[in-house]
């Protein structure tokens, strides 16, 4: 949901199948040989962190550990045992939440020695790299072919809102889903984290951030991945300059969100509101608090899924085709979670609760919508687009403001965004532009002037922080309850 959210660039821009083998696979275990407290450092092959359901520890951890936490979601383990469609794509969702239930975020500084998944499931503490090796073992482990897995290393590239960008070293799992799509699994994704305890002076509060890799390999192969910083074929890693200087060095936090405030309720299993929490990418040190998986998929974008340009009767149809294939089989918790997506985007984007002027929920069949006044966007009204702050994309409407304003009269409208030629920020211009609009959506206000989507800012429609404040809590109420209410009805 696009509540106080940012994005993730768009991940095709790299080849994660990798650019380039390296057939010498040696790497600094940056630990002493066993005997040792210090010192007597040895060379390891990296492909010995990956260990496969060969390896008896992991495989008890699936057939014990991992079935209890399957258990509790409803066709879990029947689910992940099976080679049914969406089986792979569930698996990766349970081991993820697994892992991020049961081992601890610790964060680490210097260049601390990786954990074998052993040690990790002993210890049951790890930092990002610990815990990305431990989902990509366990992953192999339940039978995902290793080649549809791989352990990235390289940047996290965090953006300002003035454009800056600034690079952490990171290290995460990249999974091919069934649909043939590479995604990221977020190893820092946990709510098991004191951030008392992370390092304050390295906290940015960027908008956005980007996935760069630099080597990614699975229990077979490592390989280069080339690109502007990383371009010249190397035989194998250069210690000092290419992997020891990867030292994570950030973490994460999950903030509460309204899925989680929605669903605390008997009717939903914890464990299915844990598997839809697993949509939410962490903080990563300001970054977020929360992106959801449909937010960062900047290439495939389509305003009905989030309510944008307007398209109320749209969205509401994607919403109830969801909810449908939900009720048909609650084990597709894809389609619950981008209805509930869209739900909370509906009252974040649109202008419907500024005239219900009430936390109430939206019911797009009913003939009274509950509103306390028929929309108005003329002169004199309280939701004037004709004053200054707000704009037009005049490449697709020719006509003024106010008979751009007149037009939607007694509509529930949203902003505009991704429109062709209309990009107001740098992940709007990496957005996929929406074309084909009839001109009256060119009229619209921009999605920024009109959305109520963050915590603390005004915008031209409510300059007085108070008033933006009481709206954000009707916004966040009605997500809550309408959110809640598709989830009685739909879950079977």
């Known amino acids: 949901m696009c509540l106080a959210s940012s994005s993730v660039r768009d991940l095709s821009h790299w080849n994660w199948e990798g650019d380039h083998i390296i057939h010498e696979c040696i790497v600094p275990s940056s630990r002493p040989v066993v005997g040792y407290l210090k010192g007597h450092a040895y060379d390891i092959d990296v492909r010995e962190f990956l260990i496969t359901g060969r390896n008896e520890i992991v495989g008890h951890t699936l057939s014990r550990n991992v079935k209890a936490y399957a258990d509790n ?51 049951q503490k790890g930092d990002c790299e610990d815990r990305a090796l431990l989902i990509a073992s366990l992953l192999s482990a339940s039978g995902v072919s290793s080649y549809n897995v791989r352990v990235a290393l390289g940047k996290m590239r965090l ?11 990171h290290v995460w799992v990249m999974y091919k889903t069934e649909s043939g799509r590479w995604r990221v699994i977020e190893p820092l994704q946990t709510r098991n984290i004191d951030s008392r305890k992370l390092p ?5 509060h960027p908008v956005a951030a980007e996935y760069i890799p ?15 910083e990383n371009h010249k074929p190397s035989a194998k890693i250069t210690l000092d300059r ?56 900047l290439a495939t974008y389509d305003p009905a ?22 009720k048909q089989d609650s084990t597709n918790i894809d389609a619950f979670a981008r209805a509930a997506h869209a739900i909370a985007d509906f009252y974040s984007h ?46 697709l409407w020719k006509g003024s403001q106010l008979e751009g304003a007149t037009a939607w009269n007694g509509n529930i409208i949203s902003g505009r965004y991704s429109q062709k030629g209309d990009s107001r920020t740098f992940f709007e211009r990496v957005t996929r532009t929406v074309e084909g609009l009839p001109p009256k959506f060119g ?50």
């Open 350 to 395: 649109s202008s419907y609760l500024h005239f219900a002027n009430n936390a109430v929920t939206y019911d797009p069949g009913a003939m009274d919508l509950g509103l306390s006044s028929p929309p108005d966007y003329g002169p004199g009204s309280t939701f004037d687009l004709t004053k200054p702050g707000f704009s037009m994309n005049s490449n």
């Open 305 to 326: 899924d989030h309510f944008d340009n307007g398209l109320i009767n749209e969205g509401w149809r994607a919403v109830n085709r969801r909810l449908s294939q939900f």
């Open 73 to 123: 979601i409803p066709n879990g383990w029947k689910l992940f045992q099976s080679r049914d469609k969406g089986s792979f794509d569930h698996r990766a969702s349970v081991i993820t939440a697994f892992v991020s239930k049961t081992i601890q975020y610790v964060y680490t500084s210097g260049r601390d020695p990786w954990q074998f998944p052993d040690e990790t499931l002993h210890e």
């Open 200 to 204: 304050s002076a390295k906290v940015i």
């Open 242 to 297: 290419d992997w020891s200087q990867l030292h994570p060095s950030f973490a994460g936090v999950v903030h509460k969100n309204i899925i989680e405030d929605a669903l605390a309720i008997p009717a939903c299993p914890k464990q299915v509101r844990e598997a839809l929490l697993g949509y939410f990418s962490p903080a990563i040190f300001g970054l977020g608090p929360i992106v959801d998986k449909i937010d960062r998929e």
């Open 159 to 169: 953006w300002t809102a003035n454009g800056h960008a600034q690079d952490r070293d």
């Open 443 to 492: 009229a619209l206000p921009h999605h920024a002037e009109i959305a109520v989507d963050g915590d603390a800012k005004t915008n031209p429609l409510y300059q007085d922080p108070r008033r933006y404040a009481e709206q954000l809590q009707f916004r966040k109420a009605a997500s809550i309850l309408h959110i809640r209410e598709a989830f009685v009805n739909n879950f079977n």
């Open 214 to 228: 630099y080597f990614v390999f699975n229990d077979d192969h490592l390989w280069q991945i080339f690109h502007e």
